[in-house]
T-cell receptor, first 116, second 114 residues
Framework: ETGVTQTPRHLVMGMTNKKSLKCEQHLGHNAMYWYKQSAKKPLELMFVYNFKEQTENNSVPSRFSPECPNSSHLFLHLHTLQPEDSALYLC???????????????FGPGTRLTVL | KQEVTQIPAALSVPEGENLVLNCSFTDSAIYNLQWFRQDPGKGLTSLLLIQSSQREQTSGRLNASLDKSSGRSTLYIAASQPGDSATYLCAVAPITSGTYKYIFGTGTRLKVLA
């Protein structure tokens, strides 16, 4: 257990569905991240939140909508997804970056998403 | 643009062997480099983090080295065990103004045979 939990662990949805992924961290971190891991591709950073403010959107399509109500919770709202969005979605958290440094990130187990 | 490459993509070794996993990156301007382990269908577990000013880090049977000037890192695993079977990912944190993120390699899939 890394202190980062994700629900659900598996999700199958149709292209017209709306669903949400949830991430919660119990580590007292202030930065949270969403990553996408597709087969045979490197892990791709999607979004970064620092103290509840979005600081990075890595050109992610608008059908993915993140929400960070507080430093412990992060959501990824999904709507009208495409089959190519099927992947493992990983959440991570860390201490907020200091001056000239980046802290290690702690990852959740991921949500395996299948879009039919 | 920072790119991270890991060689080999897959590796199968008998138990007890010492082995080396390689990671190369194109831009030496990094905060740090981190090695992760990922078990099938699961999240990532941090193994070792090397700050840009450091040359190596050790944890148990694992030793990671960093040569920023040549853009290379190696992860050395001593006396490999079947429980070491997993995918090993290398990630670098580039120094870019106003952002803090890791760029990942595609990983090396390791299988240690009993």
């Amino acid at each position: 257990e890394t202190g980062v939990t994700q629900t659900p662990r598996h999700l199958v949805m149709g292209m017209t569905n709306k669903k949400s992924l949830k991430c919660e961290q119990h580590l007292g971190h202030n930065a949270m991240y969403w990553y996408k891991q597709s087969a045979k591709k490197p892990l791709e950073l999607m979004f970064v939140y620092n103290f509840k403010e979005q600081t990075e959107n890595n050109s992610v399509p608008s059908r993915f909508s993140p929400e960070c109500p507080n430093s412990s919770h992060l959501f990824l709202h999904l709507h009208t997804l495409q089959p190519e969005d099927s992947a493992l979605y990983l959440c991570a958290s860390s201490h907020s970056p200091g001056q000239g440094s980046i802290d290690t990130q702690y990852f959740g187990p991921g949500t395996r998403l299948t879009v039919l | 643009k920072q790119e991270v490459t890991q060689i080999p993509a897959a590796l199968s070794v008998p138990e007890g062997e010492n082995l080396v996993l390689n990671c190369s990156f194109t831009d030496s301007a990094i905060y740090n480099l981190q090695w992760f382990r990922q078990d099938p269908g699961k999240g990532l577990t941090s193994l070792l983090l090397i700050q840009s000013s450091q040359r190596e880090q050790t944890s148990g049977r694992l030793n990671a080295s960093l040569d920023k000037s040549s853009g290379r890192s190696t992860l050395y695993i001593a006396a490999s065990q079947p429980g070491d079977s997993a995918t090993y990912l290398c990630a670098v944190a580039p120094i870019t103004s106003g952002t803090y993120k890791y760029i990942f390699g595609t990983g090396t899939r390791l299988k240690v045979l009993a």
